[in-house]
């Protein structure tokens, strides 16, 4: 399996635009993850689904993040408006069914707002 | 919030040497993982320890869990360069919802 795949990898946007991240699962999983890293917070969770249903969106910052997930293959994490504080990159994640398991990371998005 | 507590924040050692990481957590957990971030990568899972497991071998990683002091403990033996790495402990509170701790920076140097 090619593993979790984001889109895109750098992102540099003006503070204001709108930013839509993309996330490929790998093929079966059934929960999905979307996770930031900052140096002064760590790695935070945003949101998680199961089977394509948002389970827990208490990380969310504030309404400007929405997070999507249509099918089992492919979820969006948007940013709109987006502000410098936003800056830092935004894990994917996804994972087995069953408890206990393994999740397995994407490459990230590094995103940069100025 | 965060549940895992990493100690050190940062280690520097020599190749060959042995590295200790610790992780220090707040409430009753069902599994315990250590990952490791490589710099601008994403995380990759080294090992799974659950509740019931004191300790868990992987390769030239050893990792111990304490429930009664909630605690664990990574130890990379014989370290080389390429552990040059962050080391994150992840523990779960809900299912498949864990919550990762703010990690040790280890340079292994050469």
């Known amino acids: 399996d090619a593993g979790v795949i984001q889109s895109p990898r750098h992102e540099v946007t003006e503070m204001g635009q709108e930013v839509t991240l993309r996330c490929k699962p790998i093929?079966?999983?059934?929960?999905l993850f979307w996770y930031r890293q900052t140096m002064m917070r760590g790695l935070e969770l945003l949101i998680y689904f199961n089977n394509n249903v948002p389970i827990d969106d208490s990380g969310m910052p504030e309404d400007r993040f929405s997070a999507k997930m249509p099918n089992a293959s492919f979820s969006t994490l948007k940013i709109q408006p987006s502000e410098p504080r936003d800056s830092a990159v935004y894990f994917c994640?996804?994972?087995?069914?069953?408890?206990?398991?393994?999740?397995?990371f994407g490459e990230g998005s590094w995103l940069t707002v100025v | 919030s965060q549940q895992g507590e990493e100690d050190p924040q940062a280690l520097s050692i020599q190749e060959g040497e042995n590295a200790t990481m610790n992780c220090s957590y707040k409430t009753s957990i069902n599994n315990l993982q250590w990952y490791r971030q490589n710099s601008g990568r994403g995380l990759v899972h080294l090992i799974l320890?659950?509740?019931?497991?004191r300790e868990k071998h992987s390769g030239r990683l050893r990792v111990t869990l304490d429930t009664s002091k909630k605690s664990s403990s990574l130890l990379i033996t014989a370290s080389r360069a390429a552990d040059t790495a962050s080391y994150f402990c992840a523990t779960d509170l809900t299912g498949n919802q864990f919550y990762f701790g703010t990690g040790t920076s280890l340079t292994v140097i050469p």
């Open positions: 994640a996804s994972s087995l069914e069953v408890l206990g398991n393994t999740i397995y």
């Open positions: 093929s079966g999983h059934d929960y």
């Open positions: 320890i659950r509740s019931n497991e």
